[in-house]
């Protein structure tokens, strides 16, 4: 397990951790395409991440890892005087990989190992998220939809004590340059597709017009059968110009079952 120090990857077995979790929180959206007000609700989500090591190895003063994400949530928001809601749906997903650096701490009162992990490099982000207003007819769609070359960053300590073992540790993911969806202000989504204005409505973004963040703070923790993960999970987005306007955030509650599996290869 991840408290006893790093896995060897000599052999052509690799360690595969997954963790599958469930969050639930408060959601803040900003749409001047559907309305100019601010709404606020709550938000709901299933995802499933997966982190293993690189076959070669090329430095033993670290190893490089790589890591997959993909999520789904929806949830529903009032506007402020509670006379319209937008309820929203989407899916968010990538794939990133990062050299790993582990230190390890030794040895003090009541704990058998420790060590710190600290990781960083680039992670390929899709986010997409369909917005529907219950009260406008020539605009009742949304969508924000944004691919993101992200930095990625981490840092964790981990520590036994006798027969169990906890880990806390803290992840955040911030866009550098991407490509994002801007629908004009005065247009239906059924205008935009029958015009074919396709050049208008996507374009280069990069953290002057595009603002993306997702970090989490969590603790796992081992036991002789099971592995669980208690965290808050923030996302920050906001996009647009000076004449549209688009922005959401949301603080949730998470939880998560963490297992380890290796792939063997076998012969035909």
């Not at 749409?31 to 995802?47: A, H, K, M, Q, R």
């Not at 955030?249 to 998470?254: K, P």
Request: with cysteine; proline share 2%.
């Amino acid at each position: 397990m991840w408290a006893h120090g790093a896995e060897k990857t000599a052999s052509a077995d690799l360690l595969r951790t997954d963790v599958l979790y469930l969050h639930y929180g408060g959601e803040w959206l900003a749409d001047s395409y559907l309305s100019p007000l601010l709404y606020d609700g709550w938000t709901v989500g299933i995802g499933n991440e997966w982190w293993t090591d690189f076959r070669k190895q090329t430095h033993q003063a670290y190893r490089w890892r790589h890591m997959g994400n993909l999520q789904g949530f929806g949830g529903n928001t009032v506007q402020s005087q509670k006379h319209n809601v937008i309820g929203f749906f989407g899916f968010q997903g990538g794939w990133g990989a990062h050299p790993v650096w582990q230190f390890e701490t030794g040895l003090s009162a009541g704990i058998q190992h420790s060590h710190v992990e600290l990781y960083a490099g680039p992670y390929l982000g899709a986010d997409f998220m369909l917005k529907s207003l219950s009260t406008n007819v020539n605009k009742p769609l949304s969508f924000d939809l944004g691919l993101d070359l992200n930095l990625m960053v981490g840092a964790s300590y981990a520590f036994r004590c006798r027969k169990t073992a906890y880990r806390l540790l803290y992840e955040g993911r911030i866009n550098v340059l991407g490509a994002m969806w801007l629908p004009d202000y005065w247009e239906s989504y059924y205008e935009i597709t029958e015009k074919v204005n396709l050049d208008g409505s996507i374009c280069f973004s990069h953290p002057g017009n595009r603002q993306f963040l997702r970090q989490q703070i969590a603790m796992d923790f081992e036991f002789i059968r099971s592995t669980w993960r208690l965290g808050v999970i923030h996302e920050y987005q906001h996009y647009g110009d000076q004449k549209r306007h688009f922005a959401r955030q949301s603080v949730a509650l998470s939880v998560g079952c963490i297992f380890n599996y290796k792939l063997t290869k076998t012969k035909l």
